[in-house]
């Protein structure tokens, strides 16, 4: 039984969990997190939106695409009675939305993941120095 308390004393339980925590974020989502934070806040956003514009546009393109391709006998029946610069300004303003609505989303979900990776990495910060403290007793 005294064996047992020696090895109880030795080991600090608070020490081990705490531990084991900051180990379990440092393999899952502290990669991730000191990822994103190693941008500035506005790199890191305007980045993000840049990204989401440009898979906006490849979006568009291709469902522009096949909306040309299924209606294109139509389209081909009716080009010389529509207006195409009215259909072209319909098309840039439908494509201006688009990208507008994603850009909008892309730049609150950006956003939001920056400020949780900031505090998250604070949180792990502090608590690293938690561990330390324990080590100086």
Do not use: P, W
């Amino acid at each position: 039984m005294a064996a047992v308390e020696r090895y109880r004393i030795m080991i600090n339980e608070e020490k081990v969990i705490l531990m084991t925590k900051l180990a379990s974020y440092e393999s899952h989502r502290g990669k991730k997190d000191i990822a994103i934070t190693h941008y500035f806040r506005n790199d890191y956003i305007g980045f993000q939106v840049l990204k989401s514009t440009i898979a906006a546009t490849i979006s568009f393109l291709a469902l522009f695409g096949i909306y040309v391709l299924y209606h294109f006998e139509e389209l081909m029946q009716d080009i010389y009675k529509m207006d195409l610069l009215e259909f072209g300004k319909d098309v840039v303003i439908l494509y201006l939305c688009v990208v507008g609505a994603y850009g909008i989303v892309s730049y609150i979900v950006s956003a939001t993941r920056y400020s949780r990776a900031k505090k998250s990495l604070k949180n792990y910060y502090s608590s690293l120095k938690k561990l330390a403290g324990m080590y100086d007793k």
